[in-house]
């Protein structure tokens, strides 16, 4: 589902979850707190975390954004931050959950993902992509994501 809103903002970072955090300190640490913190913050979105990966797109006002991903590229949870997009968007993909969480306990690359929903696409940190590529895997991104989210909503 897509709210239409304005002056919004998206942000989708990967990154490694540091050693020895728990899929409990996960749940209890990030999403339980993200998600108070985000409804107030009036930022939407869904982390995807594997036991040793972090998928998140971010959405909402934008300085509100940049606040919080700032404070998570500071987070000693998180390592080898990779800003996958930073962007503004018309529409909110995530609008009914502060903070949606998607766990697997698959060690799924996120190459993994996005071959899956986007076969052909190799996506390195360092390696820039013609702009109507990126937008093209970013929405591969966010259909997967929003799969996942109400698929499993749905059987609860």
Known sequence: MHTQSTNLHEVIYVSTRAEGISDHEVVDGIVLPSGIK??????????????????????GPRKAVEDVYAAILRDQRHR???????????NRSFSRWGMRALQSDKEQSIQAIIEEYAPGTHVESNVAQA??????????????LIHLANAEHATK
């Open 131 to 144: 702009a109507s590529d990126q937008r093209s895997v970013l929405e591969q991104i966010r259909v997967y």
């Open 80 to 90: 080898d931050i990779t800003t996958v997009s930073s962007s503004p968007i018309t």
């Open 38 to 59: 985000n409804r107030r913050l009036n930022i939407t979105g869904c982390l995807w975390f594997s036991p040793r990966r972090f998928l998140q797109i971010l959405e």
